[in-house]
């Protein structure tokens, strides 16, 4: 079945892709890695490939919004201190999403269960980062750019992931816990996602209601998913992002390495 760019569907398909929505919004607020919930549904419900990243962006934007708000509003995210990583998500989105139009992603593909077995390992036999020392622990600046740059593009180019490897990369680099580590990867996660949506927009790449539906779906579940990371600390996110990561794995290498849905 096809999907024209304005989606008429049935009752129960649009209420499933809710679902999923909702279910990939908690998750993602918490852990990073909701994108290979709804992304996969989209494809299934008949929509082609590049809708489909678009019409996600659109959804996601939402969830990424209300996660990233609630994390600012509970002081966990301070936008001064990552500056040079807000403009560099940006300008790598919006490349990675004009780059997404015509270049084919199929060796990234491949090579993503790799990374992502590669984070999971990370946290499965690493030591979970204390908070820092002094509350108010400098971040380095320059880090920032290559971290940002290249989370940004992948985002821009695909996205499933991205706030899984945002949460890692976050860890390794700063002196950061897991809660304000989650906090910056929800921030980052909304700028990249709202400048790789303008591109999508553009090339005319959204379905509009299906995406306005599970936007909604998303917000509500990252709002929830927020505000569970926030209370459970560390020794809740800790499991559920290893869940994550894992289940990430297995995803993308079934589908990618063997070819199959």
């Known amino acids: 079945m096809v999907f024209p760019l304005e989606l008429s569907v049935d009752l129960s398909t649009l209420a499933i892709l809710v679902l999923v929505a909702f279910i990939a919004g908690f998750i993602d607020a918490i852990a990073g890695g909701g994108g290979l919930l709804t992304i996969p549904a989209l494809l299934t419900a008949g929509l082609p490939p590049h809708l489909a990243l678009g019409t996600n962006k659109l959804s996601s934007t939402f969830g990424a919004a209300a996660a990233s708000y609630t994390f600012y509003r509970r002081k966990l995210f301070d936008p001064k201190q990552w500056r040079n990583a807000l403009i560099g998500t940006a300008v790598g989105a919006l490349l990675g999403a004009a780059m997404a139009q015509w270049l084919p992603s199929a060796?990234?593909?491949?090579?993503?269960?790799?990374?992502v077995f590669a984070c999971g390992l990370y946290l499965l036999f690493g030591k979970t980062p204390a908070a820092p020392l002094l509350a108010d622990a400098p971040i380095a600046k320059g880090r920032q750019w290559p971290q940002s740059l290249s989370l940004g593009f992948y985002d821009g180019v695909a996205g499933p992931g991205t706030g899984a490897f945002w949460t890692v990369s976050s860890l390794l680099l700063y002196?950061?816990?897991?809660?304000?580590?989650?906090?910056?990867?929800?921030?980052?996660?909304?700028?990249s996602n709202i400048c790789a949506l303008s591109v999508f927009i553009f090339s005319g790449q959204v379905a509009w209601l299906l995406?306005?539906?599970m936007g909604l779906a998303l917000m509500?579940?990252?709002?929830l998913g927020a505000r569970t990371a926030i209370k459970g600390g560390s020794k809740f996110i800790r499991p559920v992002f290893i869940l994550v990561v894992l289940g990430l794995t297995v995803r993308l290498?079934?589908?990618?390495?063997f070819g199959l849905a």
């Open 107 to 115: 060796w990234l593909n491949q090579m993503l269960p790799v990374v």
């Open 175 to 191: 002196p950061l816990d897991l809660v304000k580590a989650s906090g910056v990867a929800r921030s980052m996660n909304f700028v």
């Open 211 to 213: 995406g306005l539906c």
């Open 220 to 223: 509500v579940g990252a709002f």
């Open 253 to 257: 290498a079934w589908q990618h390495w």
